[in-house]
């Protein structure tokens, strides 16, 4: 996401910010009394069932889920993923003790005695990302619990799918599936921005939320109103999960023009609509190749470049290219993105003046056109800029005027 587009969402934001402001100090009591009636020590000395859901509201888990679930909402998944629990499975409607991950032990005495040494790892290594990422509590809990011991370091949402959604909107590069590591990349983002650095990751929360709502896929059909039906677009899949071939093409000679046909019952386009659209697959477009970018660097022995790899285009998108990139020389490398959801043919793309002129000035200019952007395997092609804009199957046609003028009474 383009800084300047970031800067509005904020602006609106801050109209409400000081509100949530007041929701965290309420329930940071809450938190606070929970991390307070439960400590490392009143953890190792808990009982089943001053643990389990199933035995009462005021046990470990219920109030976790429960009592905070303002803080970061887990419902959704089974109570499997606290470890051990109480209740019914499946076919099987008798109430009794259950283990939900066999990692733990095959009895429940040793798995519950397990899953309170596993906790206590979780509060007590904070800093320790690699031994997170190991612990056996499931994800979303894991991200719970973190999150209520330590709030200045964890994000509050936990759910892999949201994770990637926020990922995708603002545009950032995350190369893991651990949803350890895809909090980290939204935090980072957070506390590299400055005007964001400054809130608390609930505002945070709150703000990514507010601006951005929740993932499309969680948006049952039957209830969606038909008009909007056609215009809902489809989640991208998690970055880390996409595919990139770089594929060598070559260019067809252009049909002839046909003569324009009037054409009815023309709807009116959604300028707005289609230009958030489109910004959003120019996005997505530049994280594949900054990780594509990255990717080839690494492999081929040059880390330290890889590491340099720099998406400019967030901070400012008037210099004419989106990435500085390296070849394995370490010579410098400039690349405009280009992204469309279409396949490998007949395409368009639009590219400012600005962008031309860097194209004919810079002799390590780049075009990489990025084919089904959407999808999870998808082509990129990279081409010299003086060679695309001099082959002579290519048309181009300036579609956009400046008008120049001064008004008075």
Known sequence: MKEQELREYQIEFEKIRRDFQVEYKELRSLVNKFTKDYSIETIQSLTLDEYVVGKGDQTFCNRIENELNDWGNIHGATASKFGVYYGKRGADQDKEYRIGKKAFGSNIDIAFENIKSSIVELIENEENYELLKKNLISPMFKGKILSLYHPTKFLNIYSANHLNYFINILGLVNNSSSEIEKQRALLEFKNN?????????????????????????????????????????????????????????????????????????????????????????????????????????????????????????????????????????????????????????????????????????????????????????????????????????????????????????
């Open 193 to 409: 921005d400055s005007v964001m650095q400054s809130w608390t990751i609930f505002e945070f929360t709150k703000f990514l939320y507010h601006s951005f709502g929740k993932p499309n896929s969680e948006v049952k059909e039957d209830d969606m109103p038909k008009d909007l039906l056609s215009v809902i677009y489809t989640d991208f899949p998690p970055i880390e999960k996409v595919k990139f071939d770089f594929v060598d093409l070559k260019t067809s000679k252009l049909p002839t023009p046909n003569t324009p046909q009037k054409i009815k019952g023309i709807r009116k386009t959604d300028y707005v609509a289609q230009s958030k659209r489109n910004r959003r697959i120019g996005d997505r477009g530049e994280q594949i190749v900054v990780l594509a970018e990255r990717q080839y660097l690494t492999k081929n022995g040059r880390a330290d470049l890889a590491e340099k790899v720099d998406q400019i285009s967030i901070r400012d998108d008037s210099i004419g290219y989106d990435i500085r990139s390296y070849y394995i020389n370490g010579e410098d490398k400039f690349i405009e993105v280009k992204s469309t959801t279409n396949p490998v043919g007949a395409t368009n793309i639009f590219i400012s003046a600005n962008e031309v002129k860097k194209a004919k000035e810079i002799e390590n200019f780049f075009f990489y056109i990025v084919y089904l952007v959407g999808d999870m395997n998808t082509l990129i092609w990279s081409i010299k800029g003086s060679d695309l804009l001099d082959d002579e199957n290519i048309r181009i046609e300036p579609i956009q005027f400046r008008l120049d003028l001064i008004t008075q009474e």
